[in-house]
């Protein structure tokens, strides 16, 4: 009788012990499919997000790196890009239905060429649109001004160390802008140029290195000697033996 009633206390031990396993597992298991089910709710709603990501909409190909001026940047702005968005450049983007131009507040010629020819030589280093434009265009246009070589030549030790720095710049785009500009001052100040070409020439000869660019930099480097005369063609061969003179 003894035995008996032993064993009907093992069994029912045994019996609590079989439902205490199985709830135990029903609670792992309810844990199991709920953390799977968070897991796949954050996933769906991170997923269009990275699939943007990964995969650029076809609009991102036809525009190019435009940024908003006037917008909240995720980081601090450039000195052209802070100056452009307060107004601090006297000319506006216009953009046309062929090309864009530049609409400035008043004449060219009454600007002051301190500080906006230099200003805008700064802006060369920008690699945004409008930016890029801006200065590229601002300082072109500026520089056909009449009386533009009695306004420039005074900037030149200020304005030759901001040209150097588009020349030296990784971006090809920049240094090309940069190459524009250098031909584009050559042109109006002439033979002023000369004492401050060897600051400019180290940054070419490693540039013509490059194939691609072998070209333009030659042809900048004939105009160089066009408008700066011997004296341009004497420092030019200094610095880079293989040139060779117009005149030859």
């Not at 046309?96 to 030589?121: M, Y």
Request: net charge positive; proline share 7%; aromatic share 4%.
């Amino acid at each position: 009788m003894q035995k008996s009633e032993c064993h009907g206390v093992v069994q029912l031990r045994n019996r609590k012990a079989g439902s205490c396993d199985q709830r135990t597992s029903s609670s792992m298991q309810i844990k199991h499919r709920t953390t799977v089910q968070q897991s796949n709710s954050s996933s769906s709603t991170s997923s269009p997000e990275t699939a943007r990501k990964v995969h650029p909409r076809p609009s991102d190909k036809l525009n190019p790196k435009t940024i908003n001026p006037f917008g909240e940047q995720s980081r601090a702005p450039s000195a052209f890009a802070a100056i452009y968005s307060k107004g601090g450049i006297p000319c506006r983007l216009v953009h046309g239905s062929v090309k864009h131009r530049l609409q400035w507040e008043c004449p060219p010629e009454n600007l002051p060429f301190d500080p906006l020819l230099i200003t805008l030589a700064e802006g060369l280093r920008e690699t945004k649109h409008p930016y890029t434009f801006v200065s590229k265009e601002g300082f072109r246009e500026l520089l056909l001004v009449q009386g533009a070589l009695e306004k420039a030549v005074p900037l030149l030790p200020r304005l030759i160390p901001v040209l150097k720095a588009a020349l030296v710049h990784m971006d090809d785009e920049v240094f090309a802008r940069g190459l524009n500009a250098l031909v584009q001052l050559s042109i109006v100040v002439g033979p002023s140029l000369n004492d401050h070409l060897k600051h400019l020439l180290t940054s070419l000869s490693k540039r013509l290195r490059d194939k691609k660019f072998k070209e333009p930099i030659t042809s900048a480097l004939q105009k160089l000697e066009q408008h700066g005369g011997n004296g341009s063609l004497i420092i030019i061969k200094s610095k880079i033996p293989t040139y060779c003179s117009i005149c030859c």
